[in-house]
């Protein structure tokens, strides 16, 4: 297991380490929960499980990119906000042609990264207030065009819903929802990229050090609005999702605290704050362990459902202070072979 992980990822010991510990967290969490309430494990219970992993998973790789640049993304969910009510009240309300708002719903997100990646690096404004006023801006923007009304779908597109709400049969009584297929190619193509291409490593590098990799020749700045381009452009796709599966969405809440559930599975799954580390497969892993713990509050101990922000915290908490003390322990450690 263990050598199939460092090969996936192309990480190091200890980060193949780590994953293989959340993992092993997450299969006592689920075992815990199944035993606890048989019905965890009922067909309905596990599909709608995996697809809300899926849709928050392709969050946390948008999210993680950014997190690796050393940067933070507080947008999300605004910007899941801005096309999951955009695209309904644009078909429905104002009968604009769908291929058109579906273009928009993936062109207008990558078009916000591109101006969070251009103040960032251009104007040298820090990642957090960027991403903190956009994400005031994108949903004040959608209440404002929306006037707060409620938008959906009704009983149209259902062909096009079946992308979020579809699912391939398995085996009797039981299918993979296609979110999830769209969560692996996804998967796939970033952790390709991050583990296999020269612009992956130049995102590690510039997150180790981002002098010494500018310094080396790498273009940092493309690189970090790049991060940002491909973040927002997969925040688009989740709302659009998100919204293809519900079928409704208010634009007071819609997407309420997303970016914390993305950026709590990215550090769960082995993303340090400080950049420079981070893998795809740790980061599905963290979203999987975020959603079990929420279904085993519904499920298992029905007095702690409001304490799911509660654990995201912890999660994000901990997250913190394990990188804070791994880097002690590495700086120790070289300290200690410098000596010899």
Request: some cysteine; hydrophobic content about 55%.
């Amino acid at each position: 297991m263990k050598q199939f992980i460092s090969k996936f990822i192309g990480s190091q010991s200890e980060g193949a380490k780590r994953i293989l510990g959340i993992f092993v967290l997450l299969m006592v969490v689920y075992i815990v929960t199944a035993i606890i309430n048989p019905n965890f494990v009922g067909a309905y219970n596990q599909e709608n499980l995996i697809r809300r992993t899926s849709l928050f998973g392709i969050l946390g790789i948008g999210v993680a990119l950014v997190i690796i640049t050393g940067g933070i993304d507080l947008s999300l969910g605004s910007v899941v906000c801005l096309v999951g009510v955009g695209v309904p009240w644009l078909i429905t309300d104002q009968g604009w042609a769908p291929w058109i708002v579906l273009i928009m719903a993936i062109v207008l997100p990558m078009l916000i990264g591109l101006s969070h990646g251009l103040l960032i690096t251009k104007l040298r404004l820090q990642p957090f207030i960027v991403t903190l006023c956009g994400l005031l801006i994108y949903r004040g923007v959608t209440r404002g065009f929306t006037g707060d009304q409620t938008a959906g779908f009704g009983n149209e597109l259902k062909g096009l819903r079946w992308i979020a709400t579809g699912e391939i049969p398995l085996f009797p009584g039981f299918g993979i929802p296609f979110p999830a297929i769209i969560l692996i190619v996804i998967a796939v193509a970033v952790g390709i990229f991050l583990n296999r291409t020269i612009y992956g490593r130049y995102l590690l590098a510039l997150g180790n050090n981002e002098e010494a990799a500018k310094f080396s020749g790498i273009n940092t700045d493309r690189m970090i609005t790049l991060a940002y381009v491909i973040c927002s452009g997969l925040a688009g796709l989740a709302g659009l999702l998100f919204v293809l599966d519900l079928n409704l969405a208010q634009p007071v809440d819609f997407g309420n605290f997303y970016e914390l559930y993305a950026i709590a599975a990215a550090v769960l799954g082995g993303c340090s704050l400080r950049g420079g580390s981070g893998t795809i497969l740790g980061v599905i892993i963290g979203t999987a362990l975020l959603r079990v713990l929420r279904n085993m509050m519904n499920m298992a101990f029905l007095g702690f459902q409001r304490a799911e922000f509660a654990v995201i915290g912890a999660v994000i908490l901990g997250g913190v202070i394990v990188d804070e003390l791994a880097k002690r322990a590495v700086a120790k450690k070289r300290a200690a072979q410098k000596q010899k």
